[in-house]
Antibody, heavy 118, light 107 residues
Framework: EVQLVESGGGLVQPGGSLRLSCAAS????????MNWVRQAPGKGLEWLSY????????YYADSVKGRFTISRDNAKNSLSLQMNSLRAEDTAVYYC???????????WGQGTLVIVSS | DIQMTQSPSTLSASVGDRVTITCRAS??????LAWYQQKPEKAPKLLIY???SLESGVPSRFSGSGSGTEFTLTISSLQPDDFATYYC?????????FGQGTKVEIK
């Protein structure tokens, strides 16, 4: 069974940093592209970042480019999102999501809540 | 970025109704469109990809159509489990973008 489990969320002050993790199981992690998607409270979905299976190709949304860094460790079946210079508008539930060929997000984690507030 | 516009924003319907949600892209995305269902406090669930391909395990009452800039999600006979928010998403061109969502409510 495919499972994605996010962790690392919490309360952080504006300008602070946080590192999210996503533990993957039930599939060959290195063979799949991965993403981070977020959802602000009561709002819609926003794609943030993509990473290929080999980490060779990475994309970011303009809203996080230069502040967030996506990475993966295929040996540990783990995906990460390093978030720096956090702002109040980064407050959201953050999901990791798997991509398979021609299919954007076929499996999602349960999400981890990040609150940016003083 | 490609803008995705869904209509309506809210839809009131009864069990057994045929429901259609529209999604328009600001430029052509070919067939690079997916639909998701999201229930409160839950992660989204993939329903349709490549505009009209039904994801495994999704009931056949869900169907998708369209290409280019206009797409539809149809629920042929609304069931109690279908009351939720639905999102379209383009994945033809980075950066990937979602529609604002359509909430399907009980009439």
């Amino acid at each position: 069974e495919v499972q994605l489990v996010e962790s690392g969320g919490g309360l952080v002050q504006p300008g602070g940093s946080l590192r999210l993790s996503c533990a993957a199981s039930g599939f060959i992690f290195s063979s799949y592209e991965m993403n981070w998607v977020r959802q602000a409270p009561g709002k819609g979905l926003e794609w943030l970042s993509y990473i290929s299976g080999t980490s060779k190709t990475i994309y970011y949304a303009d809203s996080v480019k230069g502040r967030f860094t996506i990475s993966r460790d295929n040996a540990k079946n783990s995906l990460s999102l390093q978030m720096n210079s956090l702002r109040a508008e980064d407050t959201a539930v953050y999901y990791c999501a798997r991509t398979r060929p021609f299919v954007p997000f076929d499996y999602w984690g349960q999400g981890t809540l990040v609150i940016v507030s003083s | 970025d490609i803008q995705m516009t869904q209509s309506p924003s809210t839809l009131s319907a009864s069990v057994g109704d045929r429901v259609t949600i529209t999604c328009r892209a600001s430029q052509s995305i070919s067939s690079g469109l997916a639909w998701y269902q999201q229930k409160p406090e839950k992660a989204p669930k993939l329903l349709i990809y490549k505009a009209s391909s039904l994801e495994s395990g999704v009931p056949s009452r869900f169907s998708g159509s369209g290409s280019g800039t206009e797409f539809t999600l149809t629920i042929s006979s609304l069931q109690p489990d279908d009351f939720a928010t639905y999102y379209c998403q383009q994945y033809n061109i980075y950066s990937w973008t979602f529609g604002q969502g359509t909430k399907v409510e009980i009439k």
